[in-house]
Each structure stands twice: as structure tokens, then as C-alpha cells.
């Protein structure tokens, strides 16, 4: 079956605009995470979104970055006006309901490159 | 949110050579994952552990949960080219360490 699907592989954008980035989840998978990777770090989160529940936004490095999540699949992460320090892959992974613990399945990432 | 200490940051080992990754914690672990990796690529679960002192092994790699659920360490015997990549821990919270990037050469 299909994977996590994330687009646009890559994206390089100017300084100060706007992006938008795109996740698909494995169908029926309630739980939703973006993270960051810089090149040669770890991971860091960014947002949780678990069913109808108030996403963990505990992540977001500024009011710069949101996200949504419509109808419990798709979900799209925004950052504003961007910089150059928002370069990154951004992956998104999905999993099934509840608790954490659960296996995540991650997306390729984007790659996004700010000039 | 639980804090995640990966180590060593990197390892490079020639191939055969036998190898241990560590991830601890302050706090205890109600289950950690183990990830890995590669170029270009979303990690891919390797195991899930619960409970304290489990031991779980899949294939040349061996995964030990600590008895306090506060640590975990992955041991490699005879690591192989295509054991090169980021090796990352997660608590139950999703939040993950920092990772250990593993380059095993021919």
C-alpha cells in the first residue's frame, strides 16, 4: 500500500516567502508529526496532530511556523516569511491512534533551501 | 518532554568490527523505538522496547532496554557497508536524541 507521501521533494525559495509544505498520510493513520532535520543532525519536532484533538505545537521554533491538518489526513506546514536558518529537510511521519509507542512511518522529507 | 542523550555523535568503524550505541535519559522510559537512517531517506523503525531488561535482537544487531528504563544501547556484531546511516532514539513522546551517525568502510 501507499506510504507517507510528502511534496514538494525539494523547494527553494527567496528569503521572506511564504511556503507551504505538503504531507499525505498512510490512510487511517489518526497521528501526525512534522519534524526538522538540519544537515548532519537528529530530528526535531515540530507539531503532533492526534485525531480531532488540539495539535502539540510545543515544537514550532517561531509564530512563523504553522500547521493544519483538514479532515484527519492531509496536512500542510507553513512557514512565513522564511530565512535562511529554515533550510532543511522537513519530514513528516504518521502512525496509528493513541498513546505514542506506536511505529511511525515517515515520508521522504522536503527539502527546502532558502536563498 | 523527555530529554534523549545519544552516543557516540559519530562512529566510524572498518567493516567487521564490532560496535555500541548508547541512548539515555534522566527519566524513565515507558518504551523506546530505534531507528535508522539513510542518505536521502524518512527513518525506518528498527525495534520497539517496554519492558526493563529486554534484550531484542534482529539479526546482527542487539538491542538492550536498561533494568531502570532510563538507558538503551544498540550493539552491531560484524558491521557490514549497509550499516551506514543515523541511528536514532525515541520515548514514548516521539521526541528523538540526536542520533549516532555510523560510516562502517569496506
Known sequence: ?115 | TQLLEQSPQFLSIQEGENLTVYCNSSSVFSSLQWYRQEPGEGPVLLVTVVTGGEVKKLKRLTFQFGDARKDSSLHITAAQTGDTGLYLCAGRDMRFGAGTRLTVKP
Open chain 1, 1 to 115: 500500500g501507499a506510504g507517507v507521501s510528502q511534496s514538494p521533494s525539494n523547494k527553494v525559495t527567496e528569503k521572506g516567502k511564504d511556503v507551504e509544505l505538503r504531507c499525505d498520510p498512510i490512510s487511517g493513520h489518526t497521528a501526525l508529526y512534522w519534524y526538522r532535520q538540519s544537515l548532519g543532525q537528529g530530528l526535531e519536532f515540530l507539531i503532533y496532530f492526534q485525531g480531532n484533538s488540539a495539535p502539540d505545537k510545543s515544537g514550532l521554533p517561531s509564530d512563523r511556523f504553522s500547521a493544519e491538518r483538514t479532515g484527519g489526513s492531509v496536512s500542510t506546514l507553513t512557514i512565513q516569511r522564511t530565512q535562511q536558518e529554515d533550510s532543511a529537510v522537513y519530514l513528516c511521519a504518521s502512525s496509528l491512534a493513541v498513546a505514542g509507542g506506536q511505529k511511525q512511518y515517515f515520508g521522504p522529507g522536503t527539502r527546502l533551501t532558502v536563498t
